[in-house]
């Protein structure tokens, strides 16, 4: 089993930056994807940001140029640093990561979610 902790949420002026945070622990074998999503009320969940086990990121265009992902496999760890938020950056940011452990093959595994809510 994976459980994911996320952590970084919070009430931020529109220009402001976050930093968010999202570790993997359990009986992990391996970790390809990790990837951010976020849900507004009355949208659908959207990638905002993900990156493989090679590093390479891709990005929603809505926040090309502002949020960065990254990732720690030491530490099974995938983080989103969020500069020149705007209020449409609002809404709960959900962490996902691609793992396998000894006794299920390669699943998604969802975090609880982090409220992000930015003020004009």
């Known amino acids: 089993q994976v459980q994911l902790v996320e952590s970084g949420g919070g009430l931020v002026q529109a220009g402001g930056s976050l930093r968010l945070s999202c570790a993997a622990s359990g009986t992990i074998l391996t970790i390809t994807n990790m990837a951010w999503y976020r849900q507004a009320p009355g949208k659908q969940r959207e990638l905002v940001a993900g990156?493989?086990?090679?590093?390479?990121?891709n990005y929603a265009d809505s926040v090309k140029g502002r949020f960065t992902i990254s990732r720690d496999n030491a530490k099974n760890t995938v983080y989103l640093q969020m500069n020149s938020l705007k209020p449409e950056d609002t809404g709960v940011y959900l962490c996902?990561?691609?793992?396998?452990?000894?006794?299920?093959?390669?699943?998604?595994?969802w975090g609880q979610g982090t409220q992000v809510t930015v003020s004009s």
């Open positions: 990156i493989n086990d090679g590093g390479s990121a």
């Open positions: 996902c990561v691609r793992a396998t452990d000894w006794r299920s093959p390669l699943r998604d595994y």
